[in-house]
């Protein structure tokens, strides 16, 4: 099966028989190759001849396309993405905060759960996980995960025991409260 589609430099593309996205980054017209770098930063060049058997067809870029091309300088891409700084490091998932109130919009957002407390709570326990979800290891036996409701943008909590769910509420203003109400529910356990 050959392609009809043309290595367009800078041009996406969806390569179908391995799930991966990948663009052009030069056609070589004298040594007739195209070099593509894929979205994990990885480099390859194809002939023209290999170019035309491959299974592939044009796709949009990526959401977050700058993270495995080592962007170093501001707008060196046409983007405002730049490098990060040193001192965003210092205070680890403090923009993990994406909002200390619900969204307007939110429904029910009389409802929301929020603590007004003196003491700050330390999240730097709280890790990230892959599908855009945090989790906190509370004891050997005891989890807590948060998740954000892309809609409200209000906050979930689930505590589990060995993988079993023991409690679950939601409507948390901020991860902060959210963290706050799961080690409540822990220590009254």
Do not use: C
């Amino acid at each position: 099966m050959t392609n009809e589609l043309d290595p367009i430099i800078g041009q996406w593309y969806f390569h179908l028989d391995k799930g991966q996205r990948f663009f052009v980054t030069a056609v070589e017209e004298d040594e007739q190759t195209v070099e593509v770098q894929h979205f994990d930063g990885d480099l390859e060049e194809f002939s023209f001849e290999q170019w035309q058997d491959m299974d592939i067809e044009l796709s949009e870029e990526p959401e977050n396309w700058t993270g495995a091309l080592d962007i170093a300088e501001r707008d060196d891409r046409g983007t405002e993405v730049t490098d990060t700084a040193e001192e965003d490091w210092s205070e680890p998932f403090e923009e993990v905060r994406i909002r200390s109130e619900p969204r307007a919009d939110a429904e029910g957002a009389e409802s929301v759960k929020s603590f007004e407390s003196s003491t700050k709570i330390d999240i730097s326990n709280v890790l990230p996980l892959a599908d855009g979800e945090f989790q906190e290891k509370l004891s050997k036996d005891w989890t807590a995960e948060y998740s954000e409701n892309e809609l409200s943008g209000l906050w979930q909590v689930t505590v589990s025991k060995h993988d079993v769910v023991e409690w679950q509420d939601d409507d948390y203003a901020s991860l902060r409260d959210a963290v706050q109400a799961a080690r409540e529910y822990y220590n009254e356990t």
